[in-house]
């Protein structure tokens, strides 16, 4: 027999509950509490199990694809949201992506820029 495999390096990620449907693929902690922030403030409607994206913000996702798809996109904010919400968000998003680049995995990673 070799010698015992090194151990791997811990990193700061929660790991998703056994019965997640995410398994166990890390998490960034700061990434999560954005995500759950988003569906207190009602990024998504309905029922455990019937959750759908909120109607307001399907044609923002929509956005994001062509320009994930490599289009161009033009936003306009008709009505200026909650200044102190809006700066929250985007704290919690910068810290997601502070938090999310320190894991092994892309998928992980948020950035927004306002």
Do not use: F, K, W
């Not at 015992?4 to 998703?16: E, G, K, S, W």
């Not at 923002?60 to 909650?82: C, D, F, P």
């Amino acid at each position: 027999m070799g010698a015992p495999a090194a151990p791997r390096p811990r990193n700061r990620t929660a790991r998703a509950a056994p019965d997640s449907p995410h398994g166990d693929v890390p998490r960034a902690r700061a990434l999560a509490d954005y995500l759950a922030r988003g569906r207190e403030l009602g990024a998504v409607e309905g029922p455990l199990g019937a959750r759908v994206l909120n109607p307001a913000l399907r044609p923002v996702l929509e956005a994001l694809h062509h320009v994930l798809a490599g289009g161009e996109v033009s936003v306009h904010i008709l009505q200026r949201g909650n200044a102190d919400l809006v700066d929250e968000l985007n704290l919690r998003a910068e810290r997601a992506t502070e938090e999310s680049s320190t894991l092994d995995t892309a998928d992980d990673t948020l950035s927004a820029t306002v």
